[in-house]
């Protein structure tokens, strides 16, 4: 690395240090270099992505950091280096081996030619018969024939490898997906949810705000009409959910029909209203199973909210929203609890 280099990654850190430090960032590899590209300023969506998350949690949860890191900084191939690494190692010790192999078959190939032209040139001189120049004329055919086919199966080994390098990156995006996103409503799953409370709990609690929600009589719908359309229930649910999460509310899928949303550095009457303008949305909500005919137009869901309170662990933060969700179901669904003063 020259000099200059040197001098400009040296100046990136003493920049990023702190910055970490300030906004109680952890110190992972990932979170140095997610920091060192911020610093860098070579990306403009990053930085923009990242300075709207820190003005709305003073911080950059896990997730958030994972999911920059990922989009903005890791090539897509190294985001499971292991895995990657031996699959990659087996392919291109095949490789190596059917090369050494081509070439061994080139190398032949081309001292038997150079003995054929040899004996062309000795053709005219040494008065060849016909016979003997049609032998060496099918020699000529035999050895390009095998030649061709030691490269041809060079060629095919190339392809599968190339084949399987592609099958391998689409995996790994998609198992990176898995890992933090629900199949079925693309919501962040209960892995995210997990991680992203404690990193905020640990980082930036103030203010920190949580929103459970689950749909009223949500068995009945798939017994009524089928997993089907209850799937269909889950994802119009979320999608709706989805559109009110604004200033840094996040939705994640915590269970079977139950949804959380995370408010960083708010009050709990101002989320309490959100989730009252949530549970006005899905009363209006309206699900059609297009091959049926059947409509689904009587959805609701029941919330607790709660904000965290000094040394109050993440867990107890999620029993007091569950406690009231569940006063909510026992009070007639389709409220928020607690009520309004």
């Known amino acids: ?33 997610l920091w060192y590209t911020y610093v860098g300023e070579q990306n403009p969506t990053l930085n923009q992505k990242l300075d709207t998350i820190i003005s709305q949690y003073s911080t950059c949860p896990p997730i958030d950091s994972e999911q920059l890191y ?52 000795r053709v005219e001189d040494e008065g060849f018969s016909v016979e003997q120049v049609l032998d060496l004329v ?4 035999k050895e390009a024939d095998d ?46 949810f997990d991680e992203d409370l404690a990193g905020l709990l640990a980082q930036s609690p103030q203010g920190t705000c949580l929103i459970l929600l689950d749909i009223d009589h949500f068995k009945a719908f798939n017994d009524s009409y089928g997993h089907q359309l209850g799937d269909l229930v889950l994802k119009a649910v979320a999608k709706r959910v ?7 509310a996040k939705l994640y899928r915590v269970g079977g029909e139950e949804f959380g ?29 297009r091959r049926s005919g059947n409509i689904i137009d009587n959805i609701t869901a029941s919330f607790g ?23 909510a179901k026992n009070l007639g669904r389709n409220r928020v609890m607690p009520m309004a003063p």
């Open 70 to 121: 990922r989009q903005f900084v890791a090539d897509p191939t190294q985001l499971d280096v292991r895995n990657m690494r031996q699959n990659l190692d087996a392919m291109a010790t095949e490789l190596s081996q059917s090369l050494t192999d081509t070439r061994s078959d080139a190398s032949t190939f081309q001292n038997r030619i150079k003995g054929h032209f040899d004996k062309l040139h």
């Open 138 to 141: 099918r020699n000529f055919v």
């Open 1 to 33: 690395m020259s000099p200059t280099l040197l001098q400009t990654a040296a100046m990136h850190l003493k920049r990023a240090v702190p910055l970490m430090l300030k906004h109680s960032i952890p110190t992972t590899p990932t979170n140095y270099a």
């Open 242 to 248: 989805q559109e009110a999460c604004r200033d840094g």
């Open 147 to 192: 030649i061709r086919s030691s490269t041809e199966y060079f060629t095919e080994q190339l392809a599968r490898a190339q084949s399987e390098i592609t099958s391998l990156r689409h995996r790994l995006e998609q198992t990176e997906k898995d890992m933090l996103f629900d199949a079925l409503t693309s919501c962040l799953n209960r892995r995210a």
């Open 305 to 327: 909210v709660a904000q965290w309170q000094a040394k109050q662990s993440s867990t107890q933060l999620f029993e007091v929203a569950d406690n009231l969700l569940y006063q």
């Open 261 to 289: 949303i995370l408010v960083p550095g708010s009050q709990l009457m101002r989320v309490r209203q959100l989730a009252e303008a949530i549970r006005r949305s899905l009363e209006k909500l309206s699900v059609k199973d």
